[in-house]
């Protein structure tokens, strides 16, 4: 596969882009904001810079700066994407905006196009089911950052084809990733355990429990997690898990996953984060 569009120049989609160019793939890079493009090329440029001086030895790290930064194509124009064999879609998490989305890659994507809805809880069929092509739609959840992450949660919806599955784990194979191929369902395996694990980490701090840096250092020293619970969710961004925490609510109408209201208050006063400098942690711009 040679030209993959990628929808969504944010946390995640920037991260992909990066990743597909590393690997040998043209990447068709859309946002609707200049400015999301421009951040994001900043950034691509600053990882592989740094990837080369630590020597890191994910999927294309070797590759020369300005090869990898040649294969990218920024754009704000969605028709651009009809020169592409597979697109992944990045965009907020909001359906009215992805759905939108959907139906204009419909319209300028060949027919063969596959479509693949990179989303934390919003379920699949559904977005198969607004497209003409729903046996080409599927799910491909990467996780944050993509260039570091050899798996990827691959997820079949009610409508998707087994030659769909097999051209989606073609181009992670590519990228020198695995996919590990679930079912759909709000929030897939992930983010159904995630989100739940996150939320409740929340309420410990709402409740003054234990504060975030405490909560976060009992997962780190007791169970050798990488990263606590809540830096992992200002590295996805409060904005998101939010608003998955909302679908799995909305879902499953089961109260386990009602929001806690520190994470609400921490997004209406814009506390996103990593991305805004500041969340359940503070961080240098
Ligand atoms: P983000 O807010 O950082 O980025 C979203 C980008 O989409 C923005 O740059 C925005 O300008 C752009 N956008 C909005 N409408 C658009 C349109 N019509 N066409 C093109 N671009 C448009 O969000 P994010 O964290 O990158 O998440 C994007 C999607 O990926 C969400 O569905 C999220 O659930 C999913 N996801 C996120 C992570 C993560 O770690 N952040 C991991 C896996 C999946």
Redesign the pocket.
Known sequence: MRTVGV?????????LAQSLAMTGHEVVL????E???D??LAQIRRDLRFARMLGAQSAGAHEPVDTVLERLRPT?D?AELKAAEFVV??????WD??S??YR?LDSVCPEETVFA??????PITRIGAQTRRPDRILGM????PVPLKPVVEVIRAVHTSDATVETALRLLSGMGKEGIVVNDSPGFVS?RVMMLAVNEAAYLVYEGVADAASVDRIFTTCFGHRMGMLETAD???L??IL??IEVLHERFGDSKYRPCPLLRQLVDAGY?GR?SGRGFHTYEQ
């Open positions: 929808v969504g120049a944010g946390t995640i989609g920037r991260g859309v946002d609707i904001a400015e999301a493009l951040d994001a704000t969605h879609e990045n965009v907020v998490e909001d905006v992805k939108e989305v204009i809805a990179n989303t934390s809880c919003v959840h990467f996780m944050n983010n590295l996805i961004g904005d998101t608003r998955s996103l991305k």
